[in-house]
């Protein structure tokens, strides 16, 4: 059993050096294994390596600076033409973000999740600056690289929150 998920926390230092695109790629893969609600994938990625875009992104959010400096970023996305599915949105889309913070940590990389959505004005710059379409909604965006530090365990347990059969 792999303890990847014991391993995987928020990176915002990351070394000047590049992410081989072979990684991005089993990244971006691992993200579509995510569950999604009647199995209708609709997300979509943006992958952001262009120093001056990451820049440009990095001030779209008072908690974004660390992109800036991160080799690379993810965009997670998602379509919302379809309304009977929009309800399930926020999930589909959390659960492959979290695929994709546990392939970086298995790449031996780090990155931190930065959550753009529901803040629409945040959506909106994302939107206009990268010119994706009105029904193409950016979720959230991932810093990744290699870490300045190492990813060690960092136990966050707390048992005294698990209730069974009743609260």
Known sequence: MSDIIF???????????????????????????????????????????????????????????????????????????????RQWFEQDLSACTENILLQIAEEGLGGCWMGFYPNMERVGLIQKYFNIPENIVPFSVIALGYSEDENKFVDRSDMSKVHYNTY
């Open 7 to 85: 391993k995987r926390r928020s990176i915002r230092r990351f070394l000047d050096k590049p992410v081989e695109s072979e990684k991005l790629e089993r990244i971006l893969k691992a993200g579509m294994q995510a569950p999604s609600a009647h199995n209708n994938q609709r997300w979509e990625f943006l992958v952001v390596t262009d120093s001056e875009k990451r820049e440009a992104l990095s001030k779209m959010s008072p908690w974004a600076g660390m992109v800036a400096k991160a080799p690379a970023a993810i965009v997670v996305m998602g379509k919302t033409d379809d309304e009977s599915l």
